[in-house]
Every structure is written in C-alpha cells, then in structure tokens.
C-alpha cells in the first residue's frame, strides 16, 4: 500500500557543508558532460589525475573525444527518437564500441521525453516503446545494463513513465531508474523518495540535478546536501551534477556551475572532483546550454511516497 505525505526534512539534521576530508570523495560520483563551443580546453579538468569522477555520459551515443576512457567510464544514451522506425543505429554503435574494446557496463534512455521544450525530446510513449524493443533490449543479451528514459521531474513524468511501461507490454527491461531534478533541497529528497516508492525494485542513477538560479550559499549549500544524502542511500548507485560548464554559459544560474566564467573551479566544481575549497567566485551572462536542461523550473514541493 502506498500513501502520500508532504516531506518535511529539517536542515538542521544534514550537513551544510563538507568538513571533512573523505566526505569529498565518492565512487558514485560521474560527470554529465556537456560539450562547450568555445573553451574546449576545460575537457581536460574532468579527466585529470586529481579528479574523483569515474563515469560520464555526453547525451549521445559515442564518446567524447578528449576523455580518457581508462579513467572515466563511458555510458551510450540514446536522446530521441531514431529517425526511422527500422533504425539499429543506437544498438549497432553501442555493440561496435563493445567489439573496440570499450568497457559498456550501462546504456541510459530517452532523455526528458516527456520535455517538449529545449532539453526534452518530446517522444510519445508508444513510439518510444516501439524504439526500446527494437535498438536498446536486445543490448541486455550483451550483458548491458538498461536505464530507463531520463523523464523530467514533473508530474507528467511519473505519467509518461507509466505510459511508456503500459506500451512495452512487459517487453522492456530495465535495470536502473535516471532522475532528474532541478529545485530545493526538499524538493529533490521527496522526488526521489516518490520514484523509489513507485519502482521499488530498481536502483536509482540523479543523472541531472541543479539548484535553478539559486543565491551563491543556497547553491553551495543544496550541492553539499544532496551529495551526502546520495551517498548515504544504497539505492542510490550514481549520481552525476548538472554543472560542468563555465558560470556565464549557465542555462540553471550562474551559481549552479562548476566552473568560473574564466575557467576555474568554483567551490562546488572542486568538492564534486574531491578536492578543497577554491573560494572562486561565479559571475554569469546571456548564453545558454540550451540543449540539455530545458525544464529548469520545477514544482516546488511534490508529494513523498512511502510503502507501508
């Protein structure tokens, strides 16, 4: 039986900042890559001998030239939808890196399909089911593992989902369940306690995840938050911050990037590589990361499901 209540955590009961030294470093830790236009020399910080991060993803299907593969393990997504309805290219990729040497342990979904805004790729359920059963189920015989589609964390996402699942007609693996959040604190404690009680028996990878346009100590203070909380939940194997770009091409706040408008790390883009504190300060500007995290506002407080 399922019941709903509203979350209400005190502040008081989890840190609001990393004191100590092995509170930085975690194996759950990825980096969700997005490509810079100008600057590309900031690659190089994710991949750097003193990093902590250990997976990326880039929202395609191949990797990111530049990332060094022996450090950071690739994980394939599939966006949208192929252009055609007999397409194998996601799966012909994924299955080629395999035959290169890669080491493919995971691929993820759709991203945002339930999104029909830049960010989204606005599929309909049916035609995304139809694309699973064709290009990603058959990677489960390669012993891939299948994340299910990345939807937004609106309502409509927990009704896309199920839709998606109706449509698959019980023909769709998946192994691991991606959230996406972009909000408060609370807010993503009773998002996340919502989609574990709906799938109870999937693990769960935050694989976008931002305080939107929030005041510089509120950013610091949600990332710091929001990392102990992942680390301290078993369900929670991976995590990845949305947040690798430079603070004057934030599309999320200038305040939520890891790094600086000059390309220094600002103190959260250094505690998420397990490093200390810069004290570097982010300023913003104009530009946007228009295709990724195009839902940045999200509701405020979503009910918390608990299984009784």
């Known amino acids: 039986m399922r019941s709903t209540t509203l979350l209400s955590l005190a502040a008081a009961s989890l ?74 290219a996601f799966y012909n990729t994924v299955t080629g890196l395999m035959e290169q040497g890669y080491n493919i342990t995971y691929v993820l979904g759709f991203n945002e399909p339930d999104g029909c805004v830049s960010g989204g790729s606005c599929i309909a359920a049916e035609d995304a089911a139809a694309a699973w059963i064709r290009e990603i189920e058959p990677l489960k015989d390669q012993g891939v593992l299948l994340g299910a589609p990345a939807v937004t964390g609106s309502p409509m996402g927990f009704t896309w989902l199920e839709n998606f699942y109706n449509a698959c007609n019980g023909n769709c693996t998946t192994h691991f369940i991606p959230v996406h959040w972009y909000g408060n604190f609370e807010g993503l404690a009773s998002h996340m306690g919502q989609v574990n009680g709906t799938y109870p028996n999937m693990t769960m990878w935050v694989t976008e995840y931002a305080c939107a346009d929030c005041e510089l100590e509120e950013a610091q203070q949600f990332y710091n938050m929001s990392a102990d909380y992942f680390d301290r ?49 982010p300023k913003g500007g104009a530009a946007q990361v228009a295709k990724f995290a195009g839902w940045a506002v999200v509701v405020a407080s979503v009910a918390f499901w608990t299984v009784l």
């Open 233 to 281: 939940l078993d369900y929670v194997t991976h995590y990845s911050y949305f947040g690798a770009f430079r603070s004057d091409v934030s599309n999320v706040g200038k305040n939520a990037a890891m790094l600086t408008q000059k390309g220094e790390l600002t103190d959260i883009g250094a505690w998420y590589l397990g490093q200390q504190a810069t004290g570097n300060k």
């Open 15 to 88: 840190p609001l900042a990393l004191a100590q030294d092995d509170s930085l470093t975690s194996s759950k830790r990825g980096l969700c890559y997005v490509d810079p236009e100008e600057n590309t020399q900031d690659t190089d910080v994710w991949d750097a001998s003193d990093s902590d991060l250990t997976w990326y993803y880039n929202y395609e299907a191949s990797p990111t030239d530049g990332i060094d593969e022996s450090k950071l393990q690739f994980v394939p997504m599939i966006w949208g939808l192929p252009d055609s309805t007999s397409s194998m």
